[in-house]
């Protein structure tokens, strides 16, 4: 199965609320990584937090990691329409270098 | 910053015959990679360079891909022959450094169907 899979598989809500996206994976890793991809678009590198970190913030976004349960999650608050689009976690594992595994996304779409 | 180029953005052919993407990365990055992305997936590492060296390429069809990147700059994907099982966007990165699961830039992609 997947490195990196994220939950829910959709998620729609309402322009103004919070989104909240999880990530569980099955190694250890060096670090994990949220990318978003617009529709025929590609891959926009949103944040990134290392093993040795527990949460990380960029404007409306708060990412939680928690090593011992192999998991993450990523909180965009005060949704736009804007922010519609697939969200994608991805781990960098000690054995295989710089490779970055992909999970199969969260599609958010945002309400006006 | 100009950031990583992929040409075509779209390519149409038949079952059998051969296709070849094109990326150019950020200048100064050292990494390039090579996606495949099928609809409704996330991407699938195809191939890793590090300078015009390979590094990964554990997860290319080696009996129908192929991958170059001369003078450690631009890179061409190959395929031939396509089959029907290869329709997906091929999306390129880059990213500065070679170690640790640095942050990667994409490309807007190439999507392909075989008919």
């Known amino acids: 199965s997947q490195q990196g899979e994220e939950d829910p598989q959709a998620l729609s809500i309402q322009e103004g609320e919070n989104a909240t996206m999880n990530c569980s994976y099955k190694t250890s890793i060096n670090n994990l990584q949220w990318y978003r991809q617009n529709s025929g678009r590609g891959l926009v590198h949103l944040i990134l937090i290392r093993s040795n970190e527990r949460e990380k913030h960029s404007g409306r976004l708060r990412v939680t990691l928690d090593t011992s349960k192999k998991s993450s999650s990523l909180l965009i608050t005060a949704s736009r329409a804007a922010d519609t689009a697939s969200y994608f976690c991805a781990t960098a594992n000690p054995s295989s270098g710089s490779r970055l595994t992909f999970g199969e996304g969260t599609q958010l779409t945002v309400n006006p | 910053e100009a950031g990583v180029a992929q040409s075509p953005r779209y390519k149409i052919i038949e079952k059998r015959q051969s296709v070849a993407f094109w990326c150019n990365p950020i200048s100064g990055h050292a990494t390039l990679y090579w996606y495949q992305q099928i609809l409704g997936q996330g991407p699938k590492l195809l191939i890793q360079f590090q300078n015009n060296g390979v590094v990964d390429d554990s997860q290319l069809p080696k009996d129908r891909f192929s991958a170059e990147r001369l003078k450690g700059v631009d890179s061409t994907l190959k395929i031939q022959p396509a089959k029907l099982e290869d329709s997906a966007v091929y999306l390129c990165?880059?990213?500065?450094?070679?170690?640790?699961?640095?942050?990667?830039?994409f490309g807007p992609g190439t999507r392909l169907t075989v008919l």
């Open positions: 990165a880059s990213s500065w450094g070679t170690s640790g699961g640095n942050e990667q830039f």
